[in-house]
């Protein structure tokens, strides 16, 4: 029996796109770290903590915007979390307020950041949410 190679040509160069585009998309997950919102955040005087599934007795006082998908979120009583986002968020940089779904009192990645400005609302799925450590003195 004669092989013919050119027929697995085509094939091999499809399984090398597939496999391209797969290790590709795996760079969209929770644990991709930007440096900017890293930067943000230890400016702040932060390190990123563990990745959370949910945020208990949730209230947000006070938020700083890290890039364009993150927000830093203060929970209360000195607990900040870092929330990132599905997508480019619109407003997000100019939002004079936010909002938010909640689960049962809790913030979960089930529910969505509103940014609130002058003309509009926009609300925006949460992808992620992390706990924030202080960064240590010696650091």
Not at 19 to 27: Q, R
Request: one cysteine or more; proline letters at 4%.
């Amino acid at each position: 029996m004669i092989r013919d190679d050119s027929l697995r040509a085509p094939k091999r160069a499809l399984l090398a796109a597939v496999a391209a585009f797969g290790l590709a998309s795996c760079g969209t997950g929770p644990n991709v770290e930007s440096k900017a919102w890293i930067d943000s955040l230890d400016a702040a005087g932060y390190v990123p903590g563990e990745m959370l599934d949910a945020v208990p007795a949730f209230r947000m006082d006070a938020f700083k915007v890290l890039d364009p998908l993150r927000v830093l979120v203060h929970v209360g009583a000195e607990r900040l979390v870092v929330v990132s986002l599905r997508g480019d968020c619109a407003n997000l940089g100019s939002a004079e307020r936010l909002g938010y779904t909640t689960t049962g009192g809790a913030l979960t990645t089930s529910d969505k950041l509103i940014m609130v400005a002058v003309q509009h609302q926009n609300a925006c799925a949460i992808d992620w949410l992390r706990s924030t450590k202080r960064r240590p003195a010696h650091y």
